[in-house]
Structure formats: C-alpha cells, structure tokens
C-alpha cells in the first residue's frame, strides 16, 4: 500500500481512496456479516486485529488496498466524512514486482443497497487503469 497512499482514483459512481484506520471501524462491522466472510474467504478478527492487519497492508509493497466511496455523496456540500461514504473496497495485489502491470484485483461492494449498479464494475477499471500507470 505504499504505492497507493497518497492516491485518489475519482469516477463516475465511486471514489477510490486509501484504507485508513479512520475506516476501520466501519469495515469492521461490515466483516461481522458472515455471508461477506464466505464471500471473501475471510476470518472473523477483534478491532484490534483489524486495525493491525490495516497498518500491515501499510507496509505492503505488494498489495494496494482502496475503499470504495459513493462518489455522488462523498462530492456533496459540506462533504461528509468518508466513513459515511464507504461501501466497499478494492484490493491490487501485485504478481510480479518487476512488471507492475501484471496482478489479482478482488471487490467487495459491502453494503447491499449498492450492489447491481455497477460500483463495482467501475472501482475494477478505475484500479486496472492505475496499475498499468505504475
């Protein structure tokens, strides 16, 4: 996530910005569903695990780790905090150090009321057209 940490990827529908620890506590109650844990072959962690798993993807030089934001809210006036904004994430893990156009992309659109609108579809193009940029 080194790679990403001052990044912004901005769309139609979504904004991608770096996971914080100021979204971990959302992200930890979305991982509290266990059909999101199926989903993404995940385990249930405590807070605390969560929050150190987000600075271990910090250190990552292989993996670029986005929350996925509702653009159209997070672009309103006064502009809300991005917490409010989340609905998902989007993982790069880059195969290959040598040639960062060659990688796995995994999306989660976490909160269902945004699911089949194609907020996923763009978050993936969004984080293929920064990773052939690397």
């Known amino acids: 996530m080194k790679l990403n940490q001052n990044t912004m990827l901005v769309g139609k529908k979504v904004v991608l910005v770096p996971y ?77 150090l040598e040639d960062p156009t060659l990688g796995e992309i995994e999306v989660m659109i976490a909160e269902p009321s945004y699911r089949r609108q194609g907020l996923g579809t763009e978050a993936s193009l969004l984080i293929m057209s920064y990773e052939t940029s690397l």
């Open 20 to 96: 914080t620890s100021e979204h971990v506590p959302r992200y930890h109650e979305w991982m509290k569903s266990e059909e999101l844990r199926r989903l993404t072959a995940s385990e249930q962690l405590t807070l605390q695990q969560e929050y150190e798993m987000q600075c271990s993807w910090c250190e990552d030089e292989d993996k670029c780790t986005f929350i996925v934001l509702d653009a159209e809210k997070w672009q309103a006036q006064p502009r809300p905090p991005e917490e409010s904004c989340m609905v998902g994430d989007v993982n790069l893990f880059l195969t290959d």
